[in-house]
Nanobody, 121 residues
Framework: QVQLVESGGGLVQAGGSLRLSCAAS?????MGWFRQAPGKERDIVAT????????YYADSVKGRFTISRENAKNTLYLQMNSLKPDDTAIYYC?????????????????WGQGTQVTVSS
């Protein structure tokens, strides 16, 4: 069983930055960040391979967000720069991905409780 605890969300003005962290216990395999805005489905933001050598980004965040992991600390990060109001959502950490850089929520076995990110215009 893997437990995930996210932190780092908050309220920021457009153009600002936030860094999300996800502390994990247990074997995490591929990990990812997803987000869900009110009334919308949970969508992929970024994923990272077990070693950290492979990454995938949604087109909407390419060039602005960076996913990374520190396996010695069993922690996943998401650095978010140049934030836009459209980035407002609950951000979820996921682990236990059964596919390399999987982008579907269904391919992840473990989820954090989510952290709210609100970007004001």
């Amino acid at each position: 069983q893997v437990q995930l605890v996210e932190s780092g969300g908050g309220l920021v003005q457009a153009g600002g930055s936030l860094r999300l962290s996800c502390a994990a216990s247990g074997r995490t395999l591929s990990m990812g960040w997803f987000r869900q805005a009110p009334g919308k489905e949970r969508d992929i933001v970024a994923t990272i391979s077990p070693s950290g050598g492979g990454t995938y980004y949604a087109d909407s965040v390419k060039g602005r967000f960076t996913i990374s992991r520190e396996n010695a600390k069993n922690t996943l990060y998401l650095q978010m720069n140049s934030l836009k109001p459209d980035d407002t959502a609950i951000y979820y950490c996921a682990a236990g991905g059964i596919y390399y850089l999987g982008t579907s929520p269904a391919s992840y076995a473990y989820w954090g409780q989510g952290t709210q990110v609100t970007v004001s215009s």
